[in-house]
DNA sequence: ATTATATGCTTGCTCTTGAGCGGCGAAACA
DNA sequence: TGTTTCGCCGCTCAAGAGCAAGCATATAAT
């Protein structure tokens, strides 16, 4: 195996477990202790894991705005959990808006087993995800680029959201927390995904465990806009009871759905 | 077997087994492990691969699959020698657009030496090329996604478009006919360039030479709407009369541009 | 015919790896 | 809290695999 290789498969377990040992590792890939110290070594020092003794743990971060390639490899088992409870909640037909995040592109594949999807999105991903399906209706906002981002934003993003109305909002974020509410990254995101709310009946909420009591740059609406909330792991105790209070429909894999 | 088709060949292992290894690829292609090396290196530098101590690592997160890219590489000579004389009459600070083509993302690659430009596009592949530019404004038209293509559509489409101006068009086809003028296989596509057409000061043609002579579904405009063609090859003295005659100025690589 | 490109070979040089060793950290226990 | 003990760490070294660069040759494009 080459060098590369193991080092990212060492992030990829670190996704998974959050944390690795260096014993164990030197035990699977069948490299020597020293080896895998150095590969911690490197991770860490491109910022990718936290060497601690005995091991090293992920690196959670999810107030900074990493760049979307290095933000789309973490927590791929919950998104993709997440992405097949959503579409549980999809029916044929239904049209709904997709937002520019690693989970919609989870989300976006998990729906292709669907029938005459409309789909609204600013993002080149999901369409680029999305262009082979036959008989779907994909509509692009239109918008400006966001440097950096497969993402469109800006007035024309939002008009052109606004010319549609759809059955469901499927929506992602950055933080989700009690008294801030939802919030992301990036005000112009944020501005496009309200723009989806807005032009949606039903609210659909995407978000992986660790979001929960994490507060992101700029506020996208009130934790109370959502209608469901669908997540990769049972919230705690005070969580279920706000979403039980507001009326809000909360969704995770122990349900059996 | 061609340099090429060893490189495509080394991409598709690439996509199966995730890595490969410089001594087995020498091995399975009967070429020197030098020979190997140097496609790994083309392949990082492209940005399919990633190279590492004794062979390389897939690259998934890349936004476009491989078929796309393999795709995009045929007959590159001729759409890479326009694509340079094209990026001749663009300066920095221009508004242009790029509609949906092979020559368009050549041309968009092309183009990223420049400053400051201003892109408006129907094309998710040019919108892909050019989502790491540095201060540009790459606008998107919006519109509906056509099936199986990587390009928006419809009335939406046509308005994102006119919504702007630009100062040059740079515009491909399939058909070019001295009677049937300029011609493409869609109307939906056709619709879309004549909008580009419609709001852009200059127009520019890119026409690779197996395009003279031969006739596409339907009808973009007459041939006098073009300002600047630009070719692969010197066309023959009949297509320079006409170009003389109409007032169009006709470059190609001969001419030491 | 001439230029450009691709290939193979050789020669140092670099990178990775595993082993050994002294030192440090952490947990258990007094 | 202080001490002990064990395991982990980082450093260094040497071996070996892999690599870049330059050059000569072969092949393809013009």
Redesign the interface.
Known sequence: ?????RR?RILEELQIKRQVVVSDLARSFKVSEETIRRDLDRLDKEGLAKKSYGGAVIIEDSAIDLPF?IR??RNIPGKQKIAELISGLIEDGDHITLDPSTTSVFIAKALKEKRRLTVITNS??V??E?????SW?????????K????A?TGP?AIE?IG?FNADKAIMSCKGFDMVKGITDGNELFCEAKRAMLDNSREHILAVDHSKFDTIAFSKICDMERADIIVTDEKPDEKWLDLFMRSGIRCIYPEDGI
């Open positions: 195996m080459l060098a590369l290789e990212n390639n789309k490899k080149l991903e369409m680029i999305l262009s082979d399906v036959e209706n994909v509509i692009c906002s239109g918008g400006t680029m440097e950096g981002y497969l469109l024309r052109g010319a």
